[in-house]
């Protein structure tokens, strides 16, 4: 037998085969097709999806959901076993086929056409984002999450760990990696964002406090502030000193009414940054929506971060600041955005290329400070040790939007005075000497939140494909201006 004929019937083999595979998954129902996948965890639901031409087709849509979703693109370059190009040129078709169609039969709503592949994505994605809530203990249900789908678009989200723990299908509600769900939302629909299910705690100003040891605001964010809230549950339980939950929340109710003087007390004396350029208008007051609730506890605490974006902005916006891209997936309550989708399902990311190359390059040129004392000078010596650090950066990556609260501050002139007494803690109080002398210090701090974040979603058995280099006793030594 030549190798034609045997070529022939190896290609005539696995023809019989992918048409024996689609007869065989063709013999179940949709419906049951969509039971199965609530119960399957999304990697496996996407994986089964690309092997075989029948979940490209098109079926009929019960409900309202993504015309086009990313995961029927992903689909279509999937490479999954011997057959993947001609089930990629299946998924390509399909595909196309479905976006005419949505195109078509914009106006239409019951006769709506997707592809198989999306609506069982779907039902598994949102029954794996259901579970991780329930795990989190926040207090925030999956029905509150779809009701974000009754605001304008644009005005609120979920990402981040939340919606990648939901694509993996994973559960990281305990332990050192465990991590709040992070709800983004435009400053003009937080008032409806903000729900009376839920218990404010607070405004989160270790985002942006100038004189925290964080210090990570300013650089190429979009954030406003951020709000943490709670599980009423759980406050109920912890704080209702024995009365009944009706008392406790017309309890909280009223305080919830003090709140606003209480968030603005903290915007004129602990997060006035007018020499940032942050607005501290009454757009940004932290109410509720008209007729709505704001229960308040000031001992509470919360799996919830409430994250306001700059006004003008709407709430994707605020995902173009992250480092790794798996965790820009989101759920706006109609549509999963997944950016690269045949990574993201299996577990892979890469990481912005700005900020890989930043940290590549600050892990190679970091010195510890020579002189670590307390007090004013300390605070010198961290702001020009980090200078230095920054400088040899800038030869190495000269490119970034990274650098500009760094230019600013090389701009302003030197106030500080290093014959003062120890503790006049100029850098506190004089505002130009903050951003003169925080600034760096800043910058250093926020490549050790980068480096860290790595490190998490790392130990979380994430792949991030373009890692820079750093070594496993690497310190991320976060400094600040305080003595």
Not at 59 to 74: C, E, G, I, L, R
Not at 245 to 270: F, L, M, V
Not at 375 to 388: L, P, T
Request: contains cysteine; charged residues 25%.
């Amino acid at each position: 037998m030549d190798a034609t004929t045997t070529a022939g019937k190896r290609k005539s083999d696995e023809v019989d085969t992918a048409d024996t595979d689609a007869n065989l998954f063709a013999s179940l129902p949709e419906t049951t097709w969509e039971m199965i996948s609530s119960y399957a965890a999304p990697p496996d639901v996407y994986n089964l999806s690309l092997s075989s031409k029948h979940f490209f087709r098109e079926v009929s849509a019960d409900k309202p959901s993504a015309k086009k979703t990313p995961s029927a693109n992903a689909a279509a370059k999937g490479n999954v076993g011997r057959r993947s190009k001609r089930l990629a040129a299946a998924a390509v078709a399909a595909t196309a086929s479905a976006a005419a169609a949505s195109e078509k039969n914009a106006a239409s709503s019951s006769n709506d056409k997707k592809v198989l592949a999306t609506q069982l994505l779907r039902a598994s994605l949102l029954s794996s984002l259901g579970r991780v809530l329930q795990n989190s203990g926040s207090g925030i249900t999956l029905d509150a999450v779809l009701k974000m789908s009754e605001l304008p678009e644009g005005s609120a989200l979920i990402a981040g760990s939340t919606i990648v723990a939901a694509c993996l299908g994973k559960d990281w509600s305990g332990g050192r990696n465990s991590s709040d769900v992070d709800v983004y939302c435009s400053a003009r629909a937080a008032p409806q964002v903000r729900s009376a299910n839920c218990i404010f705690n607070g405004v989160n100003d270790g985002y942006i406090d100038f004189v925290d040891k964080r210090l990570l605001y300013a650089i190429d964010t979009k954030i406003h502030h951020v709000e943490v809230w709670g599980s009423f549950a759980q406050h109920f339980q912890d704080y209702s000193r024995g009365n009944g939950e009706p008392e406790y929340r017309q309890r909280t109710i009223q305080w919830g009414k003090d709140a606003s003087e209480y968030a603005n007390w903290r915007w004129k004396h602990i997060m006035d940054f007018r020499e940032l350029g942050l607005s501290t208008d009454r757009l940004y007051d932290i109410k509720p929506s008209p007729g709505g609730n704001l229960p308040f506890d000031f001992h509470g605490y919360g799996g919830i971060d409430l994250i306001v974006a700059q006004d003008g902005l709407i709430a994707s916006d605020l995902l173009n600041g992250f480092d790794l891209d798996i965790c820009k997936a989101s759920f706006d309550g109609k549509k999963f955005h997944i950016p690269d989708p045949h990574l993201t399902f299996a577990a892979k990311t890469k990481m912005e290329t700005n900020r890989r190359a930043v940290v590549g390059s600050y892990v190679t040129h970091y010195r510890q400070p020579e002189n670590r004392y307390r007090g004013d000078r300390g605070a010198v010596e961290f702001s020009r040790n980090a200078s230095a650090i920054i400088n040899a950066v800038r030869r190495d990556v000269p490119n970034t939007p990274f650098y500009k609260r760094i230019d600013l501050a090389n701009m302003l002139p030197d106030l500080y005075n290093p014959n003062d007494r120890m503790f006049d803690l100029d850098l506190v109080q004089d505002p130009i000497v903050k951003v003169k002398y925080g600034s760096s210090i800043q910058f250093h701090n926020w490549c050790c939140k980068l480096i860290d974040r790595l490190r998490k979603y790392q130990q979380r058995g994430i792949e991030v494909v373009d890692a820079p280099t750093i070594a496993e006793n690497f310190r991320t030594n976060q400094l600040s201006i305080m003595w």
